[in-house]
């Protein structure tokens, strides 16, 4: 029995930009290498399985994708290429292969603005967003992300939030509503890039920033002052919150 290109992961087909045809089998593989940072959208029946997988091992995990109507689409990098995986092919078919340019909001490099209150609504859609924030004034920067924490099995995405604070990287924890919230140091000036990935669709979701002034001992510019005598004594710490 010969094995024909295309029936496994290492020996895949090269897919072209447009419509590119596809043979009845229980799994076919495919190759394309990125032209430009964006999205890979892969059109075809909505019967057909598709993923990309990041491996050939089923340990090795897929890339995070998202369905829209008759299309799969995955975020992509210039210059990398990626197997695209497809499965229970009933007959012989096409596929459309396309790229599209981030839009506002789908890259760091193009947030939507966090306006002069802090707010910002998050899209009503799965998918990953950014948002940007300049900080006004030296202090802790709290921030509130109503966005429920849950995990989606047919895309492997889960909730997710991230601060970015002058190239710094924080993830935002999770409370126990299922709400994500956190403090973090923030100078005048600072510029901060809010990262939010949901796995589906959540209505009346928002970010709530705002900065006030530091504690004491929440900054080593402003450290608690312990006075004593010298001799042995017990001191308590207040509770300070800043994941």
């Given at each position: 029995?010969?094995?024909?290109?295309?029936?496994?992961?290492?020996?895949?087909?090269?897919?072209?930009?447009?419509?590119?045809?596809?043979?009845?089998?229980?799994?076919?593989?495919?190759?394309?290498?990125?032209?430009?940072?964006?999205?890979?959208?892969?059109?075809?029946?909505?019967?057909?399985?598709?993923?990309?997988?990041?491996?050939?091992?089923?340990?090795?995990?897929?890339?995070?994708?998202?369905q829209i109507g008759t299309i799969r689409k995955i975020e992509v990098e210039a210059e990398m290429e990626y197997i695209i995986k497809f499965a229970n092919v009933?007959?012989?078919?096409?596929?459309?292969?396309?790229?599209?340019?981030?839009?506002?909001?789908?890259?760091?490099?193009?947030?939507?603005?966090?306006?002069?209150?802090?707010?910002?609504?998050?899209?009503?859609?799965?998918?990953?967003?950014?948002?940007?924030?300049?900080?006004?004034?030296?202090?802790?920067?709290?921030?509130?992300?109503?966005?429920?924490?849950?995990?989606?099995?047919?895309?492997?995405?889960?909730?997710?939030?991230?601060?970015?604070?002058?190239?710094?990287?924080?993830?935002?924890?999770?409370?126990?509503?299922?709400?994500?919230?956190?403090?973090?140091?923030?100078?005048?000036?600072?510029?901060?890039?809010?990262?939010?990935?949901?796995?589906?669709?959540?209505?009346?979701?928002?970010?709530n920033i705002s900065v006030r002034d530091l504690l004491p001992g929440e900054s080593s510019s402003l450290p608690i002052v312990i006075e004593h005598n010298g001799?042995?004594?017990?001191?308590?710490?207040?509770?300070?919150?800043?994941?």
């Open positions: 029995y010969q094995i024909e290109k295309g029936q496994i992961y290492d020996d895949p087909i090269q897919a072209d930009l447009g419509e590119n045809t596809l043979k009845q089998n229980k799994e076919v593989y495919y190759s394309y290498t990125a032209s430009k940072n964006g999205w890979l959208l892969v059109d075809t029946d909505p019967d057909i399985e598709v993923s990309f997988p990041r491996g050939s091992s089923q340990w090795s995990g897929e890339h995070a994708s998202t009933p007959e012989n078919t096409t596929f459309e292969l396309s790229e599209a340019d981030y839009q506002q909001g789908e890259s760091a490099d193009n947030p939507f603005m966090i306006d002069e209150n802090g707010v910002a609504n998050i899209p009503a859609a799965a998918g990953k967003s950014y948002y940007k924030y300049v900080a006004t004034k030296d202090g802790m920067m709290e921030i509130n992300v109503n966005a429920l924490s849950e995990y989606n099995y047919a895309s492997g995405q889960s909730t997710q939030v991230s601060v970015t604070i002058d190239g710094s990287r924080n993830n935002v924890g999770s409370n126990n509503d299922g709400t994500y919230s956190g403090t973090y140091p923030v100078k005048n000036g600072s510029e901060v890039i809010v990262m939010v990935v949901l796995p589906s669709a959540q209505e009346d979701k928002t970010i001799e042995e004594f017990e001191y308590l710490f207040p509770e300070i919150r800043n994941r």
